[in-house]
T-cell receptor, first 113, second 114 residues
Framework: DAGVTQSPTHLIKTRGQQVTLRCSPK?????VSWYQQALGQGPQFIFQ???????QRGNFPDRFSGHQFPNYSSELNVNALLLGDSALYLC????????????FGPGTRLTVL | GDSVTQMEGPVTLSEEAFLTINCTYT??????LFWYVQYPGEGLQLLLK?????DKGSNKGFEATYRKETTSFHLEKGSVQVSDSAVYFC?????????????FGKGTKLSVKP
């Protein structure tokens, strides 16, 4: 049983560019949440997708957007990248809009130069 | 708003020493409390959880008790091993507020020396 998978593992972008990160949830899960973990900090909630809709959003600007597909996989898009967007981006999957345990993927390390 | 405060690290211990990592929380609803562990280069793994007051979560020798009166969820282990070296995060989830999404503390890095 595959756990949560994320791609790519690492990527490097320059300021102003756009990036798309991908997440496949654990088998049987229908909810995907995204978190940003800056170096030396705890993860911060970006948003959650359930039934292909954004259900909850943290304190992140509109440059951060997402999508959930019918197979429950999800994408995180960040536009107009800033240096401060450099972080580890974690995807977590769960059942029923996050009311149950969240399982985390290994993350995507984004570096913005 | 909802928040988690945990003790600053790093914490360095010798093998077989006793571990305590303090965690306190502020929540507007009825939180569930969690400890996650992050090994170098990896994502987060759930270590233990407690969903109501006075519950004790335990796993792999780690324990934490949900204390509503002191709004605390301190992590303890009686005898740490080198393999316990990692970053530990305390987190909460408030049904009806955060809808189950997690609010994390800043993490405490633990290094265990042989």
């Amino acid at each position: 049983d595959a756990g949560v998978t994320q791609s790519p593992t690492h990527l490097i972008k320059t300021r102003g560019q756009q990036v798309t990160l991908r997440c496949s949830p654990k088998s049987g899960h229908d909810t995907v949440s995204w978190y940003q973990q800056a170096l030396g900090q705890g993860p911060q909630f970006i948003f959650q997708y359930y039934e292909e809709e954004e259900r909850q959003r943290g304190n992140f600007p509109d440059r951060f957007s997402g999508h959930q597909f019918p197979n429950y996989s999800s994408e995180l898009n960040v536009n107009a990248l800033l240096l401060g967007d450099s972080a580890l981006y974690l995807c977590a999957s769960s059942l029923f809009a996050g009311l149950n345990e969240q399982f985390f993927g290994p993350g995507t390390r984004l570096t913005v130069l | 708003g909802d928040s988690v405060t945990q003790m600053e690290g790093p914490v360095t211990l010798s093998e077989e020493a006793f571990l305590t990592i303090n965690c306190t929380y502020t929540a507007t609803g009825y939180p569930s409390l969690f400890w996650y562990v992050q090994y170098p280069g990896e994502g987060l793994q759930l270590l233990l959880k407690a969903t109501k007051a006075d519950d004790k979560g335990s796993n792999k020798g780690f324990e934490a008790t949900y204390r509503k009166e002191t709004t605390s969820f301190h992590l303890e282990k009686g005898s740490v091993q080198v393999s316990d070296s990692a970053v530990y995060f305390c987190a909460l989830s408030v049904y009806g507020g955060s809808q189950g999404n997690l609010i994390f503390g800043k993490g405490t890095k633990l290094s265990v020396k042989p």
